[in-house]
């Protein structure tokens, strides 16, 4: 049998699969179908010799372009609210159709899908990936642009929304006065107090630009602790935010309580908080324009 041939028939063994994954993504059977013939589009041109598992690797090709389609979703402000409405399983018709059998033997129900409709798009994969396939944090931290103890968080907070433990209001507000604490903090000069409001045991993840960016501003003499891709312990990153953060504002990003830089009003740099027990337990600095462009962000007045 020759090799394209191969390719599609493992592809087609797939598809009901993949079809689940992006339907609970998008709760839409036509945006996953759409979703799916993307994923077959990038997998016939692509070199798969060196993938040992492909129902994993086509599994977040399809997530990451689930995660596009929401973001794309978020961003067309003028579309109707009621635009992405989740199809209905029970309402195909296809009798008995073995796809359509499993779905909905396995279906996450049309009630759900309304509550997803809420999740911001990192929220709603991660939570779909681990909550409903099992995807472990470790796979799904490079999908949704983010390290495994955030994307956790991402999984988590959706998780809560769903189960209707924790309105989101309340867990902002909670969020909102830990990095509050934080940036007076950064900005004053109370050590003491900026690690009181960090973990022990705190990393600090800087993407490439983030670096590079403080790097050259030590080369022009501008003094400031050198930034590097991990910083580890309550110590070690309240020295590299003390006195500090003076130009940051608190946004949501993505959903969640964080600071952005944005000099007229334009992002340079996103922080993103994962907050455990009251304290916060990993930050996540962003500096990549492109990354920067895929985040949900909103200024919060003081």
Not at 76 to 100: T, V
Request: proline residues 6%; hydrophobic residues 45%; contains cysteine.
């Amino acid at each position: 049998m020759d090799e394209p041939k191969l390719l599609a028939e493992r592809f087609e063994a797939r598809r009901t699969h993949l079809r689940a994954v992006a339907y609970r993504m998008l709760g839409s059977w036509s945006e996953a179908d759409d979703a799916v013939q993307e994923a077959w589009l990038r997998l016939s041109r692509a070199d798969t010799s060196d993938v040992d598992n492909l129902g994993g690797w086509l599994t977040t090709v399809v997530a990451r372009v689930c995660l596009d389609m929401l973001r794309s979703r978020k961003s067309r402000r003028e579309e109707p609210l009621d635009a992405h409405a989740p199809d209905d399983i029970e309402d195909r018709g296809e009798g008995s159709n073995p796809e359509h059998d499993m779905l909905m033997a396995d279906s996450v129900g049309l009630a759900l899908l309304v509550v997803l409709e809420t999740l911001a798009p990192a929220e709603r994969v991660a939570f779909v990936l681990h909550d409903m396939f099992d995807l472990p944090f470790d796979d799904i931290a490079p999908i949704v642009g983010r390290t495994p103890a955030a994307a956790r968080q991402l999984a988590s907070r959706a998780r809560r929304r769903v189960q209707g433990a924790d309105p989101p209001e309340t867990t902002r507000e909670r969020q909102r006065k830990i990095v509050d604490a934080f940036l007076a903090a950064a900005r004053g000069d109370d050590f003491a107090a900026l690690l009181e409001v960090l973990d022990p045991e705190v990393v600090l993840h800087a993407d490439p630009v983030a670096v590079q960016v403080s790097l050259a501003r030590q080369a022009q003499g501008v003094p400031a602790p050198p930034l590097s891709p991990e910083i580890r312990g309550s110590t070690a990153v309240a020295e590299t935010f003390f006195g500090r953060a003076k130009v940051a504002d608190v946004a949501l990003v993505d959903g969640a309580v964080g600071l952005v830089w944005a000099p007229g009003g334009h992002p340079r740099a996103v922080f993103s908080f994962t907050i455990a027990n009251g304290k916060i337990v990993a930050i996540d600095l962003v500096a990549d324009p492109k990354r920067i462009s895929e985040f949900d962000l909103t200024i919060l007045s003081g």
